[in-house]
């Protein structure tokens, strides 16, 4: 699963 | 399972440890911008700072998952310039900005292969043997 914030980070489930 | 923190270069920032036990959950960015982890083992809603920080847990009713959790799946990998997407050459996952496309930078490294379960039993054990050995070397003697 990939979230990507209004900032441009990316949090990855891995 | 974890989660990791990258920047739109691909750059490691911080990793999120939700609960050794495992099991079922899901990601979501608030609208401050902390990351809420929501277990299906547990019900409860964990929210960390992006530095990593623990700062709160709720709990929620198995029947009534967080609706924003539904949201944001799979399909949320674009901002601005940045997506973020699986490499077909390399099959890594990498982000993309306009035709420059670039793998995440391995992250934590002593998180992932030292700190879990079996690093931990395996250096201990490691330990154990050298003492053993060192102790029947000595018996001989």
Same mark, same amino acid.
């Given at each position: 699963q990939v979230v990507v914030?209004? =900032?441009?980070?990316v949090f990855v489930k891995i | 399972d974890r989660v990791q923190?990258?920047?739109?270069? &691909?750059?490691?920032?911080?990793?999120?440890?939700p609960?050794?036990?495992?099991?079922v959950f899901k990601i979501a960015a =608030? +609208?401050?911008?902390?990351l809420e982890i929501y277990?299906? !083992?547990?019900?409860?809603?964990?929210?960390?700072?992006?530095?990593?920080?623990?700062?709160?847990? !709720? =709990?929620?009713?198995?029947?009534?998952? +967080?609706?924003?959790f539904l949201k944001s799946g799979p399909s949320v990998k674009?901002?601005?310039?940045?997506?973020f997407?699986?490499?077909?050459?390399?099959?890594?996952f =990498?982000?993309?900005? &306009?035709?420059?496309?670039?793998? #995440?930078?391995?992250?934590?490294?002593? #998180?992932?292969?030292? #700190?879990?379960?079996?690093?931990?039993?395996?250096?201990?054990?490691?330990?154990?043997?050298?003492?053993?050995?060192?102790?029947?070397?000595?018996?001989? #003697?």
């Amino acid at each position: 699963q990939v979230v990507v914030t209004e =900032s441009g980070d990316v949090f990855v489930k891995i | 399972d974890r989660v990791q923190l990258y920047d739109c270069n &691909g750059k490691f920032k911080a990793a999120f440890q939700p609960d050794s036990a495992g099991g079922v959950f899901k990601i979501a960015a =608030s +609208p401050d911008q902390s990351l809420e982890i929501y277990s299906v !083992r547990t019900n409860t809603v964990d929210t960390f700072a992006l530095d990593g920080t623990f700062l709160r847990r !709720r =709990s929620v009713d198995d029947r009534d998952m +967080p609706f924003d959790f539904l949201k944001s799946g799979p399909s949320v990998k674009k901002a601005g310039l940045c997506e973020f997407e699986i490499d077909p050459i390399s099959s890594q996952f =990498s982000v993309r900005k &306009g035709t420059s496309i670039k793998p #995440l930078e391995p992250g934590d490294w002593i #998180l992932e292969n030292l #700190l879990n379960y079996w690093g931990i039993g395996g250096t201990g054990a490691l330990g154990i043997g050298l003492m053993l050995v060192s102790t029947l070397r000595r018996d001989k #003697l």
